[in-house]
């Protein structure tokens, strides 16, 4: 089975740039998570969805991050203008959302994000 | 604020030695545990979760769950120097809200 898919897997921009972070989750699943990990910080859940329906956007950090689900099979993440300090790695996650072992988070490979 | 605590490291163990990871987490209400590996530059991969007191065993990897403690452990049989990686604990608190750990990195000596 094909795995979370995130894109792009590395990205450098300039401070004030715009940044789309792009996430395929797995087939089947309901919930999509994004987090964002630094090494101050550890894992930061950022916006949580379900069935494509914004639950918990309580750690997106700022108006200047936002979040959408158009329909089950893909999300974005962008950050408009970016700074310096939004470079981290950010993982896009999905679950069946059923039951102990179907809220089993799986990872993308990450988008690493580098603002200079 | 619910937390997971974990030692950061670095844990060093010499090769075919037990590796132990522990964890410890503030939220009662906290229902299911989950191990997760980490190598540098890569993203967290489930090793195994546990949701029942006691022991659960999976290859050379066991979990270990003790909610009078709330205290959670990930012991590694026969460490190889492959299992060098951070392991994140994360704890599900029964809706989606999943709480991580920062993580224990593990270095196995060959």
């Known amino acids: 089975d094909a795995g979370v898919i995130q894109s792009p897997r590395h990205e450098v921009t300039e401070m004030g740039q715009e940044v789309t972070l792009r996430c395929k989750p797995i087939s089947g699943h309901n919930s999509l998570f994004w987090y964002r990990q630094t090494m101050m910080r550890g894992l930061e859940l950022l916006i949580y969805?379900?069935?494509?329906?914004?639950?918990?956007d309580s750690g997106m950090p700022e108006d200047r991050f936002s979040a959408k689900m158009p329909n089950a099979s893909f999300s974005t993440l962008k950050i408009q203008p970016s700074e310096p300090r939004d470079s981290a790695v950010y993982f896009c996650?999905?679950?069946?959302?059923?039951?102990?072992?179907?809220?089993?988070?799986?990872f993308g490979e990450g988008s690493w994000l580098t603002v200079v | 604020q619910k937390e997971v605590e974990q030692n950061s490291g670095p844990l060093s163990v010499p090769e075919g030695a037990i590796a132990s990871l522990n964890c410890t987490y503030s939220d009662r209400g906290s229902q299911s545990f989950f191990w997760y590996r980490q190598y540098s530059g890569k993203s967290p991969e489930l090793i195994m979760f546990?949701?029942?007191?006691g022991d659960k065993e999976d290859g050379r990897f066991t979990a270990q769950l003790n909610k009078a403690s709330q205290y959670v452990s990930l012991l590694i049989r026969d460490s190889q120097p492959s299992d060098s990686a951070t392991y994140l604990c994360?704890?599900?608190?029964?809706?989606?809200?999943?709480?991580f750990g920062t993580g224990t990195r593990l270095k196995v000596l060959a």
């Open positions: 969805f379900n069935n494509n329906v914004p639950i918990d």
């Open positions: 996650a999905s679950s069946r959302g059923q039951g102990i072992s179907g809220n089993t988070i799986y």
């Open positions: 546990i949701y029942s007191n």
């Open positions: 994360a704890a599900w608190t029964g809706t989606y809200k999943y709480i």
